[in-house]
């Protein structure tokens, strides 16, 4: 899963990242990479990108900063997705809400989301508006009017923000549980919408440093996709973009996580659970740990191991052994410090968490020890490959993609090349992958419960 | 700041231009909506059979969901293993769903599995086998899935409003079922399901894609060719939702609660329904923009979330609006909202809010056919609100034609204030638990 879990507007985007893991790149059989985009670089250090799809008269704007939850200083949890918010508040000649009212007279949506990684703000218009928008966006990347009187209110929201996502759905209060308790030191520990009561504590000089400090063009990627092409969009990057003077932001420099050496066990009774369920979480290898050809194997193992209703994992528990109602893998190959391999199952009724576990580590052992499938193994790589053929039918899959790859510091060939890496895994090096993850005993295992029930499922 | 552009250079950007609808009919008299589009190798289509989860009976509901989970497990001399690994094998999407007046079906395929993935569906909709173990398994699912909904603010106040709205209808239940509903269904039932609604008469198909109209007209008759001419019967009463003003309270440990509040709307043939559909626009439909925005969340920083939706269905008709509020400040936010409405049914819109509106409405239409699912969706909601085939170049001259003097006349008797019901689920300081 994508650590996107704090955006401006609840809805729509979710959906659309959780797409970008699948999709997280795309292939064809008449075109070499996926979404062919054409790219250049402004003299201040501002990277441009540009997918050109003539549907509909119509382009998606997004601005990416190199800047996400992992950035924040220590004790200011929440503060990049806090600065989300306040981007939408006025600028030294926009009122605060004139951008909002602004973009919905063009006809345009908008909307903006924080991750571990990046944070990023985008707009859909009709193509003959976006002028309008690289103006805004541009004003706002240096502009910003902070003061108390438009913090106080937001920080209401944010906190409404909080017990909307996480503290109502013990689920999601657990998973935070799991990613403080999995990263020692490493910043993925905290949630990206921060811990509350460092959320109240938050001041508008902290605010207003960290906004100096890492927004700014040269630490900033421009992607455009829709009804334009590279020639058409420069004259206009140049001139909005162009000429913000770039700022000597430093670089990013986060803990790095040292090897876990013992097991976790994370448990949460909660009177509003009605259907338990486990995980087991493992530390693994990224592209960002310089991991590549680990991660693209892992990515290949999540799929075939526990990626649909075929995969090994939901025929042994769901189907054949019927202990469980769902069961799965999760992997994100793409994040930008270490990664992590997930297991989880829900049981049916009358089968003890206990039970379903002992059965998970079992097929576990059977996956180490006689490996995983051949043709689970090629049926996997089919559904990713294909995943790309779709991927480039959509107006937002493209720029999702390359902007989360380009703010994590990789190429545009890392993305256009992930078909020739996903069909160049073989089953030895899935095997060997699950082997290098899947036989730590210094993983966390998480276990959702029922208040007052014995830990009965 | 360019922001006052005149609509008409909005009416130029249509995707009319770009998005041709073809009406498509095969030999055997099935017609669908097609958008032809060779740029990728991939189609997309879209159906929808009229009459779901309303139509469950009593003492089943969350047959139609159920029937929706279980067609594609297994069809034909495919069991559900079988069938699951073939549109695996080939990356072919295909899912049903069940709403309370319509039963939706999805397929995605690349062009190179066209002809399969079209015989899957045939398959699916023709022979489903409804073995035990799948039945069992999905059915074990869906109960869990249940279980959880059931201490879902969300899902508790959704629940809670439409018992409290329609009394003694069908649409009082959810098309989720309920525990005893889908533990009640048997494999015998999803049988005669599939016979009694999935048929020709009550079908409507919407494409996108790389196909041409001959090959899809011979897809359309392999694949909806056997099936039943006729749906059986069903009629469901036209009911207006019962307001009262009151304000329900779930109990349930929650820090944020969830506020829900809904009046009548105007139903989708309505004449004054755009009318209705701007005014909606401006009091909680303009997502940063509109005046519940504004004021819920803007000034007093008392939701991340709060808007309001309409919400037409085949028999009745909702406004239906939403907020996630902290317990302390519930009766804050249902005084605003309440004030909202009041300022809305007493004093109307202005010129600028009005103009505002219409360019937005007009200028976001073609935002919606971002992607070929997107555009089939949107073909096949155009036949089943009888839009007609050139709706797409009509529609932004339906918002247009939209004037002050009408909106405002259509807020004075739309907008009941006095009548919003309230639902709250959490634990709301200041408000009593009511009996419901």
């Known amino acids: 899963m994508p650590h996107i879990d704090a955006c401006r507007r609840p809805g729509r985007f979710l959906a659309v990242l959780i797409l970008v893991v699948t999709l997280s790149a795309a292939s064809s059989p008449c075109r070499a990479g996926i979404f062919n985009p054409e790219t250049f670089t402004l003299s201040n250090g501002m990277q441009v990108v540009v997918i050109s799809n003539h549907r509909v008269p119509v382009v998606n704007h997004m601005v990416w900063y190199r800047v996400g939850a992992i950035d924040e200083p220590p004790g200011k949890s929440g503060i990049a997705h806090f600065l989300e918010h306040l981007m939408f508040k006025g600028t030294k000649t926009l009122k605060p809400g004139e951008f909002s009212t602004a973009v919905a007279r063009n006809g345009g949506r908008e909307n903006a989301f924080t991750g571990h990684d990046y944070t990023g703000y985008y707009q859909t218009i009709a193509v003959d508006r976006l002028e309008t928008v690289m103006r805004m966006e541009a004003d706002r990347m240096t502009n910003l009017v902070l003061n108390a009187k438009v913090i106080e209110p937001e920080r209401n929201v944010i906190l409404e923000e909080r017990r909307q996502r996480t503290d109502n759905n013990p689920s999601a209060i657990l998973r935070e549980q799991v990613g403080a308790t999995l990263f020692m030191n490493h910043p993925y520990r905290r949630p990206v919408i921060g811990w509350e009561h460092e959320i109240r504590a938050l001041s508008v000089e902290d605010i207003i440093a960290f906004y100096r400090r890492w927004y700014a063009p040269n630490n900033a990627i421009l992607v455009v996709a829709g009804d334009i092409t590279a020639e058409q969009l420069k004259p206009l990057a140049e001139k909005y973009y162009g000429i913000i003077p770039a700022v000597d932001n430093g670089p990013r420099l986060h803990e790095s996580e040292p090897p876990p050496k013992a097991s976790r066990r994370v448990s949460l009774a909660d009177e509003r659970v009605r259907q338990p369920s486990w995980s087991r979480v493992y530390l693994a290898p990224s592209h960002g740990t310089g991991q590549g050809a680990s991660a693209d194997a892992l990515e290949v193992l999540a799929e075939a191991i526990g990626g649909g209703a075929t995969s090994r994992l939901y025929k042994a528990l769901v189907i054949d052994r019927k202990l469980a109602v769902s069961a799965g893998a999760s992997y994100s190959p793409d994040t930008l410090g270490p990664s992590r391999f997930g297991l989880h199952a829900s049981p049916r009724p009358g089968v003890s968490l206990e039970t379903l576990e002992q059965a998970m580590e079992e097929e576990v052992a059977n996956i180490l020890t006689e490996g995983v499938g051949a043709p689970d193994v090629e049926r996997a790589r089919t559904i990713l490959l294909a995943n790309a053929v779709y991927a480039r039918d959509s107006l937002t899959a493209g720029p999702q993609t390359l902007g989360a790859a380009l703010a994590r510091g990789y190429s545009v060939d890392h993305v256009e090349t992930w078909p020739d890496r996903i069909r160049a895994v073989t089953k030895d090096r899935v095997d060997a992958a699950a082997r290098q993850v899947l036989s730590s005993d210094a993983a966390v295992t998480a276990t959702l419960l029922p208040k007052g029930k014995g830990g009965k499922g | ?436």
């Open chain 2, 1 to 436: 700041m360019s922001r006052l552009l005149p609509a008409l250079l909005l009416l130029v950007a249509l995707p009319a231009q770009a998005i041709e609808v073809q009406r498509v009919v095969s030999e055997g008299g099935i017609e669908a909506w097609l958008v032809e589009d060779h740029t990728n190798p991939l189609i997309a289509l879209q159906l929808s059979f009229r009459g779901a989860g309303a139509l469950d009976p009593g003492g089943k509901s969350g047959l139609a969901r159920l029937a929706a989970s279980t067609l594609d497990e297994g069809a034909g001399d495919l069991d559900s293993q079988a069938f699951q690994g073939r549109l695996d094998d080939l990356a072919v999407t295909l899912r049903f769903d069940a709403g309370r007046d319509t039963f939706f079906g999805r397929l995605k395929t690349l062009t190179e599995n066209r002809d399969e993935a079209f015989r899957l569906l045939h398959l699916a909709l023709t022979a489903p086998r409804f073995d035990e173990e799948p039945v069992e398994r999905i059915r074990s699912q869906i109960l869990a899935s249940l279980r959880r909904a059931s201490t879902q603010p969300q899902d508790i106040a959704s629940r809670t409003m439409f018992r409290e709205l329609f009394p003694g209808h069908a649409y009082a239940r959810s098309s989720e079922g309920t525990q005893d509903g889908v533990k009640a269904v048997t494999r015998d039932d999803l049988g005669a399901f599939v016979k009694e609604r999935l048929a020709k008469d009550n079908l409507a198909i919407g494409v996108t894609g790389d196909v041409t109209s001959g090959n899809l007209a011979r897809l359309l008759d392999q694949t909806f060719g056997d099936l039943p001419e006729k749906a059986a019967p069903w009629a469901l009463p036209e009911i207006q939702p019962a307001v009262s003003g009151k304000t329900l309270v779930k109990d349930l440990a929650t820090p944020q609660s969830r506020v829900l509040f809904a009046q009548g709307g105007l139903k989708r043939d309505h004449p004054d329904f755009y009318t209705g559909y701007v005014l909606n626009y401006i009091l909680g439909g303009g997502g940063f923009s509109s005046r519940l925005y504004g004021e819920v969340r803007e000034k007093r920083g008392l939701a991340y979330s709060v808007g309001s939706y309409f919400y037409p269905f085949d028999h009745t008709a909702l406004m239906l609006g939403a907020a996630g509020t902290a317990n302390e400040r519930v009766s804050e936010t249902i005084g605003v909202v309440k004030a909202e409405w009041k300022r809305l049914a007493v004093k109307g819109v202005n010129r600028e809010e009005l103009n505002d509106a219409k360019l937005h409405l007009t200028g976001s239409f073609p935002l919606r056919f971002s992607d070929s699912d997107s555009i089939a969706r949107i073909l096949v909601a155009m036949q089943l609100g009888g839009l007609g085939i050139d709706f797409l170049e009509k529609r932004n001259g339906y918002i247009e034609a939209v004037t002050l003097e009408a909106a405002n006349a259509l807020a004075k008797t739309l907008l009941t204030p006095d009548k919003l019901t309230f639902v709250v689920v959490g634990k709301p300081d200041g408000l009593k638990a009511s009996a419901r």
